[in-house]
């Protein structure tokens, strides 16, 4: 098993960043991969980004390259999702998540095994 918490969110203007935060905990050896989602009111969890557990693979939705980055601490067991340029369609419930098989496709959600309870980002215009 493996324990996620996330940290960070909280209420912003646009045009301003936030800094999410993912612990692992628990079987983190067996971890592969680490995304983050994103879920907003009366929509589908979407895929927001990814990266592998021990490498420098990473992966973006469209609607945040350039503007997302995501970068893993592995002394610490954490993933952070910096978040620049925030816009209000960013607003949404974030979660991260393991997978632990390496999966192809990564952007759905049932390539992740363990999920974390979110945290809430909320972009004011």
């Known amino acids: 098993q493996v324990q996620l918490v996330e940290s960070g969110g909280g209420l912003v203007q646009a045009g301003g960043s936030l800094r999410l935060s993912c612990a692992a905990s628990?079987?983190?050896?067996?971890?592969?991969?680490l995304g983050w989602f994103r879920q907003a009111p009366g929509k589908e969890r979407e895929f927001v980004a990814c990266?592998?557990?021990?490498?420098?693979?990473?992966i973006y939705a469209d609607s945040v390259k350039g503007r997302f980055t995501i970068s893993r601490d592995n002394a610490k067991n954490t993933v952070y999702l910096q978040m620049n340029s925030l816009k209000p369609e960013d607003t949404a419930v974030y979660y991260c998540a393991v997978d632990q098989s390496a999966r192809i496709w990564v952007r759905l959600r049932s390539s992740y095994d363990y999920w974390g309870q979110g945290t809430q980002v909320t972009v004011s215009s």
């Open positions: 990266i592998t557990w021990r490498g420098e693979n990473t």
């Open positions: 628990g079987r983190t050896f067996s971890a592969y991969r």
